[in-house]
Structures are given as structure tokens and as C-alpha cells.
């Protein structure tokens, strides 16, 4: 896909109309072009060409919009990073993407200076929101810089296969995940949003999450793509999410199930007017039917839509028909993939039997940046082995069941239980560690630590919570840890965390 074409023509549709609201700021298709362009020369300027991958670690701001768009006008690589990570987490992600632009704002316990130092690769930092007057030594102002860039837009040959986007699903320290995206896989999510509803350039759509997250990079596309006006929250909260949604007569908008509680279970949802939401789609939401009628009775003409979907297979794979109110399921496929249920040897399974998911097809990522033997162990013969566990109905509707493999869901945000045992092994009174997903009826699951002390150390619950903290960001952080004499371990001495996973459900 190439983005420069696309918000070419929604500008010459919808130049003036307002494509994005950032709090009191409003910023027209026009305006949206001119600001990506710029930055796209900025980093012309700092030695960016095609393929060079420049990385972006900001909240939700416009600046993170044009972050993107700029990197697509280039042929370069975006690297969009989750402004929770830590240092040790930056700077691996950095490092390993080999990041040679760095665009950040400040944040009080991130150490710029160091991560500079630590990641070969970085040639240039460009600053967010620092004042003119009292430049930062050796690091580069954004809006003094793009204040003075050039409008026109850079000459460059990009192809499908070029390589688009490396997003990291777990910023681990020991061996952090790059889904490795090409242009091609830009036109995954919008396909989907076309096939699956009814966007129209008469809609609102409201983001509130990370647009890091797959799931706000979409946001960004269905702006440009189908030129609605898009609303971007800087983080989420229940009660503002729910002013906007009055306020700007807000269509529609997808979200995780934390998100979608916390906003059925805010006391003054009666106050609102949130009579002009046409659907929602949340993805892996619970499928009650209590909660799905607290939803029509705040929601009257909205139709409620289930999804599911993986940052590796252009999200959303699978969402609920307009005209079907099975939210026990989460919908059927997308035309651009194929799903199966396979058993352990790969054979396909018949409806009704619970096997691993395997979606094939063009949405299927590349493979983990420089990482094979990640990519191998999931994608075999341009199919992608999911991990997760699912059945289809005899009507081809798909239900979600579990998880195969070592992976976290916690409010839709991934964490992978060997990371976050990378971190507590920092920790000098660790002699071992086991982490594991515990469910969780608001985030769907939640991540429980049972941690062995070396003899002699001494360490409370607090304490480990503390230093867990201090190198994770902050969904990864177990909400449960256990300190205990000894692990479970099997008859090769490895820890048996299937034992664990059983205490933990009956426990």
C-alpha cells in the first residue's frame, strides 16, 4: 500500500474537513499531509533513507500520527514503541532493531543520555515537547525542525515487499519479538475494517489505545483511509472517554475488554448521551448476557461485534457479522486469510473439535526481525501456528478457548512469561523464578510470579513488586507473587509450570 497516495486522494476529497481532534486542536487532511511531509524531510535531513529504521517513543499525540505517515513517505521502517517501557526495555528494542533515528519525549525515569550510549545504531534523538529556548545539548527539537522543513514531498520507489513496520510485542531485554510487517501488510486491517462493517466518511471514530498497539495504528489508517474524523485521547480514562463520545456524537470505536468494563462499570454511564454509537467491536470481550444488556440499555443503536486477530496477522482476523449477536464467538474469518484447527501433528480438524488456530494467507507477517528461530516455530509453509486454542461451529463461527503456548493477555496487551522471569533474575536475591498467566475477569488474564529466595536473602512481596517496577513496564508487572522454599520441576529437573497453572485454578 502506499500511504502517500491514499492521504493524497482523501485530501483532495476532504482537505479542509477535520481528520483528527487532539484535545482543543483540530487538524484538517491538509494540515495532517503538510505536518507528515515535513517530518518525512526531517529525517531526509538526519540521514534517513529507505529502509533505515526510525523508532517512536511518545504517548498518544499528533506527533505519533506524523511519526508514522513520515516514516511511510520515506520507504523507511516504522519502529513505534510503547511509551511504558523501561530503560533496559528501550534500549533492547533500539538495539535490536538497530534504530537510527530515535523520536521521544522525556520522561522523568528514562535516561536518554545512556540509551544514546548503549545503542550503536543511534545516530540522531528528536525531541518532543522541549521548549526552543532551552535546547537540550546534542539532541534535535521537533517542532524547530519541522518548523523550517520543506512541503515537498520526498522522490522514492516503494514496493509491497519493502519492508514497513517492526512492532514489538514484548520488550524484553533478553530476546525482544520484532513483527516484521512489509508495505503489503498495511492493506491487511483495512481490508478487514471494509469487509467486516460499514465505515463511511460520515463517521467519528474515539482512540484510546496505545498507538504502538496494532490495534491504534488502525485508528491512523481508518482516518486516512476512509477519511473520517478521528478523536485521540492521550490515554485512556473511563469518564473523559465517555464525555467524548457525547460531546463529538462519537459512531464507533474498538477497543480491549479492560477498557470496555471499566466504561459499563462507571457509575455515572446513566449521565451520558451515547445515543449516536452505530457498533462496537471489542476484542476477546466477555460474552455475558448481563453484560450484553447493560451495553443496549446505554447503547441503544449500537450493535455490539466481537474480534480477534494477532499483530503478526493484520488485525482483526475475525469479527461478529453486523446482522449476528453470537458474542459467544468471535465471529468468522476475513476473506484475505484462511483459519484452521489442527491437532498437534497438523491434520485439520472437523467443527466442533478444539485444536490450535493457523491462519495463512497474505496478511501473515514476513517473520520476527532477525530471529529465524522465532519465525520457525510458528510460521511453517506461509502458515502461521497461532498458539491459541479454538474450535468452529457447524456455521463457521470461530470460539477462542486458551492458549498453547508461554503468552500472556493482560488487557490485550502480550506479555510473555520468560521476559518478565528475565527481569526478576536481575533481582541478586532471586535463585529462581516462574511466571504464569492466572485468569482475570477484568483483563482476561492477569500474570502471577512464585519466586524461590537464595538462602540467606530476605525480600518481601513489596520489595519484589518494587524492583519488577523498575524494569518492566507496567502491564507486565505480576499482579500475584509467591515466594515459596522450592519450584515444582519435572524429571529433567525443569520447572513444572503446569503444576503451577493447576494450583492456580482451584486455588
Known amino acids: 500500500m502506499d500511504i502517500r497516495k491514499v492521504l493524497a486522494a ?36 538526519c540521514g534517513i533513507t529507505k529502509g533505515d529504521r526510525v523508532a517512536f517513543f511518545l504517548p498518544n499525540s499528533p506527533e505519533y500520527v506524523y511519526c508514522y505517515l513520515a516514516c511511510f513517505y520515506l520507504g523507511a521502517v516504522g519502529v513505534p514503541l510503547d511509551f511504558m517501557l523501561k530503560n533496559d526495555e528501550l534500549s533492547s528494542c533500539l538495539g535490536h532493531s538497530e534504530t537510527k533515528v530515535l523520536i521521544a519525549k522525556n520522561r522523568a525515569d528514562i535516561s536518554l543520555e545512556s540509551i544514546r550510549e548503549t545503542v550503536d545504531s ?54 525482544p519479538k520484532g513483527i516484521l510487517l512489509n508495505y503489503k501488510h498495511l492493506e491487511g486491517s483495512p481490508k478487514a475494517m471494509e469487509h467486516f462493517v460499514d465505515l463511511t466518511d460520515k463517521d467519528i471514530k474515539l482512540a484510546a489505545l496505545p498507538l504502538s498497539h496494532i490495534g491504534g495504528f488502525i485508528y491512523i489508517q481508518n ?40 466504561i459499563l462499570s462507571l ?30 440499555k446505554y447503547c441503544p443503536n449500537a450493535r455490539f461485534l466481537n474480534g480477534w486477530g494477532m499483530t503478526e496477522t493484520c488485525p482483526p482476523n475475525t469479527v461478529t457479522p453486523m446482522d449476528s449477536d453470537n458474542i459467544a464467538s468471535v465471529g ?9 484447527i489442527v491437532d498437534d501433528d497438523g491434520n485439520e480438524l472437523a467443527p466442533g473439535e478444539i485444536g490450535e488456530i493457523v491462519i495463512s494467507g497474505w496478511v501473515v507477517m514476513a517473520g520476527y526481525y532477525k530471529d529465524p528461530e522465532a519465525t520457525a516455530a510458528v510460521k ?45 533474575y536481575k533481582n541478586e536475591n532471586i535463585a529462581e523464578a516462574a511466571v504464569i498467566g492466572v485468569p482475570d475477569k477484568m483483563r482476561g488474564e492477569a500474570v502471577k510470579a512464585v519466586v524461590v529466595l537464595k538462602e540467606g536473602a530476605a525480600a518481601t512481596v513489596d520489595d519484589l513488586r518494587y524492583f519488577a517496577k523498575e524494569h518492566l513496564a507496567h502491564f507486565k508487572v505480576p499482579q500475584f507473587i509467591e515466594i515459596r522454599r522450592e519450584l515444582p520441576k519435572n524429571r529433567t529437573g525443569k520447572i513444572d509450570k503446569s503444576i503451577l497453572q493447576k494450583e492456580a485454578s482451584i486455588s
Open 267 to 296: 457509575k455515572e454511564i446513566e449521565r451520558f448521551d451515547l445515543s449516536s454509537l452505530r457498533w462496537v467491536v471489542v476484542f476477546g470481550a466477555p460474552s455475558s448476557p448481563e453484560i450484553l444488556a447493560r451495553f443496549h
Open 332 to 340: 468468522k474469518p476475513a476473506p484475505s486469510c484462511s483459519i484452521m
Open 380 to 424: 511453517r509453509d506461509g502458515k502461521l501456528y497461532t498458539g491459541d486454542l479454538g474450535r468452529f461451529d457447524q456455521n463457521g463461527f470461530l470460539y477462542i478457548v486458551g492458549r498453547k503456548k508461554e503468552m500472556i493477555k493482560v488487557a490485550g496487551q502480550i506479555v510473555y512469561a520468560p521476559e518478565v522471569e528475565a527481569a526478576f
Open 122 to 175: 543511534l545516530k540522531t534523538i528528536i525531541l518532543c515537547g522541549e521548549a526552543a529556548d532551552e535546547p537540550p545539548k546534542d539532541y534535535v527539537l521537533y517542532n524547530a525542525v519541522t518548523a523550517k522543513a520543506k512541503t515537498t514531498s520526498p522522490e522514492v520507489i516503494i514496493k509491497d515487499s519493502d519492508p514497513a513496520l517492526i512492532m514489538y510485542t514484548s520488550g524484553t531485554t533478553g530476546n
Open 223 to 262: 482516518c486516512i483511509l476512509f477519511g473520517i474524523t478521528l478523536i485521540l485521547m492521550d490515554r485512556f480514562n473511563p469518564f473523559k472517554f465517555l464525555e467524548n463520545i457525547q460531546r463529538y456524537r462519537v459512531t464507533c470505536f474498538h477497543l480491549v475488554p479492560a477498557m470496555y468494563n471499566a
Open 10 to 45: 482523501t485530501v483532495e476529497k476532504f482537505g479542509s474537513k477535520a481528520g483528527l481532534v487532539f484535545g482543543e486542536d483540530r487538524f484538517s487532511f491538509a494540515e495532517l499531509q503538510t505536518n507528515a511531509v515535513k517530518l518525512a524531510n526531517t529525517l531526509k535531513d
